[in-house]
């Protein structure tokens, strides 16, 4: 296969997130840019949160994955700035979390107040379920740094919220 | 090349994150409620990734100017209780729980202050971590703050309870303000914005604001309570005692 961003943009398409495997690296916005040199190939990812452990295995993942096209050269490197936010998350990410049963990120993250008011909590989150939004935030915190723990009040039903970020 | 005073600060940023994220993981698994154990293990996530964001780069500044050779996990398992630059709060035990929420109140209020001053220090790397880090540290602070308010202004017990913590924690807050000479950002300048905000959230909570009192200081220049010297040998032990040891 020829050295060329799309090919490889299509090759980052086949990585998936270890931790929400129905979403690509392309999805979550993560991948910031592609370097072809005569040596090797630079793929840029940005973290998600700083403590996001699945950063390290995305980044073997990659490696991996342009190995079974035959790019032995690769190397990932980290970048930090612009810092990463939700706004990346393409419209079919969003749509495939929301299949996968966890809310997508309602918001853009210019609109977010995260300390307009305590105890104040992102309303109206449509329940991945049901639809209904009349939902509660139960933690801020959920199973993994990203995401929220809500319940819906209509089908009882608990779920994960992707955090605007 | 970056001179001795930043690789210091960046020590100094990831020892105070890396200190204070290991005291909390202690909470994993005995949280009051499943939740809120998620949450401080979730917080504690943050602050460990940051650390490593500011070892990574001490590490880098450290390799390129020849001073020693490092990486971020020597500079977090092989270093001695005497070069680390934490503030003394981190390493403090956790004490009940209304002690680690006040505690992570003080610590998370004055970091925000701190990082948002950080993105303007004249330093790119700096200001990318800065900038990576304050949109977690506000989450942190919004839960603390929500907590002090919960307990203080609850019932006669929770209020006790955390009126103990602040006595216990108030003289270890003095250090935040007194510059060590490597630091970038004007810490004594943060003073009065982390008071107010610290008073409005004492209000709310109907916590009383303590007298001026003694202030511990050390931490940022390597004396350290007693308490770190156990903290690291429990973190420390595996690379010491099989060095280089990987997952």
Not at chain 2, 10 to 16: K, T
Not at chain 2, 68 to 74: G, K, L, M
Not at chain 2, 120 to 140: F, L, V
């Amino acid at each position: 296969m020829e050295a060329n961003k799309e090919n490889i943009y299509g090759i980052l398409s086949e990585v998936c997130d270890p931790e929400v495997p129905v979403l690509t690296i392309l999805d979550l916005g993560i991948v910031r840019g592609i370097e072809i040199t005569e040596e090797k190939i630079i793929i840029q990812i940005t973290p998600t949160y700083s403590g996001c452990p699945a950063m390290d295995t995305i980044a073997v993942d990659i490696k991996m994955k342009m190995l079974e096209y035959g790019f032995t050269e690769v190397q990932v490197m980290n970048v930090l700035s612009p810092a990463w936010t939700t706004d990346w998350m393409s419209v079919e990410g969003k749509n495939k979390l929301k299949a996968y049963g966890i809310a997508p990120p309602q918001q853009r993250s210019n609109e977010k107040r995260i300390n307009a008011l305590l105890f104040e909590e992102e309303k109206n989150i449509e329940c991945p379920r049901c639809h209904s939004t009349h939902t509660t935030l139960l933690s801020q915190f959920g199973s993994t740094a990203c995401k929220a723990l809500y319940q819906c009040d209509d089908c009882k039903e608990p779920f994960d919220y992707f955090k605007c970020h | 090349m970056q001179t001795q005073p930043t690789i210091d600060y960046a020590l100094h940023l990831a020892d105070s994150a890396l200190i204070l994220g290991q005291r909390n993981g202690e909470w994993c698994a005995h949280g009051p409620i499943l939740e809120q154990d998620i949450a401080i293990t979730n917080i504690t996530l943050d602050l460990i990734g940051q650390s490593r964001l500011f070892y990574q780069y001490a590490a880098a500044c450290m390799n390129e100017s020849g001073t020693a050779e490092a990486t971020e996990d020597t500079l977090a398992y092989l270093r001695t209780e005497r070069s680390f630059k934490n503030l003394l709060m981190c390493e403090l035990p956790n004490g009940d729980w209304a002690q680690t929420v006040l505690r992570q109140f003080f610590f998370s209020q004055f970091q925000l202050l701190l990082l948002e001053q950080l993105q303007h220090a004249g330093n790119e790397q700096y200001a990318a971590i800065a900038a990576k880090s304050i949109k977690e540290t506000q989450y942190h602070v919004k839960w603390s703050s929500e907590w002090v308010i919960r307990l203080g202004d609850g019932t006669a017990e929770s209020h006790e309870k955390m009126e103990n913590a602040v006595n216990a924690l108030w003289m270890y807050t003095g250090e935040f303000f007194i510059a060590a000479d490597y630091e970038a950002v004007d810490v004594a300048a943060l003073k009065n914005k982390w008071m107010e905000a610290v008073t409005a959230i004492f209000e709310e909570a109907t916590l009383s604001m303590p007298e001026n009192t003694f202030m511990q200081t050390g931490g940022k220049t390597g004396t350290h309570t007693e308490h770190l010297g156990y903290i690291l040998s429990e973190l420390q032990y595996l690379q010491r005692t099989y060095p280089g040891a990987e997952w």
